[in-house]
């Protein structure tokens, strides 16, 4: 009887060692690649696309905040207003804005572009229809 414990132990023993150096090798290993969709999930949280309504305007910090997040203008913005050249200054409460941006180092949103109003195409577009249902 005492063989047959002894056995189970040694067994146990055996098994839990066995586990502790798999264990072990699994952390040695360098972390796997990412793969390709995790790379771009990765990419779009530093730099993207934005659209929602204007929230406020801060002329004096030059930062826009869209919905939830805050935006930095920064010297190289490109602004336009219904597809023409515009600053900070045309930018209003609760109009509906479009751009892209890059997250900066200190973990600033710079915008690189901002779209202030419709897309000159939508815009275009939208008189169209209009002209249409006149006649």
């Known amino acids: 009887m005492k063989k047959i414990g002894k056995l189970a132990l040694a ?16 952390e040695d290993k360098p972390p796997a690649e990412k793969k390709e969709g995790e790379k771009k999930d990765a ?4 730099s993207g ?17 869209v919905g939830k997040r805050t935006f930095q203008i920064t010297s190289t913005s490109k602004i336009s207003k219904d ?15 479009g751009g892209a941006f ?17 897309k000159p195409e939508a815009a275009a577009e939208k008189s169209e229809k209009k002209e249409k249902k006149k006649e």
């Open 43 to 46: 990419a779009k949280k530093d």
């Open 11 to 26: 067994g146990l023993l055996a098994i839990a060692v066995a586990g502790m150096t798999l264990t072990l090798r699994a």
């Open 102 to 118: 890059k997250k900066s180092a200190d973990g600033k949103l710079n915008v690189t572009t901002l779209n202030i109003g419709q």
């Open 83 to 97: 597809g023409k050249p515009a600053t900070l200054d045309h930018v209003k409460d609760g109009e509906m804005v």
């Open 49 to 65: 696309p934005f659209r929602g309504k204007i929230v406020s305007v801060d002329k004096s910090a030059q930062t826009i905040t």
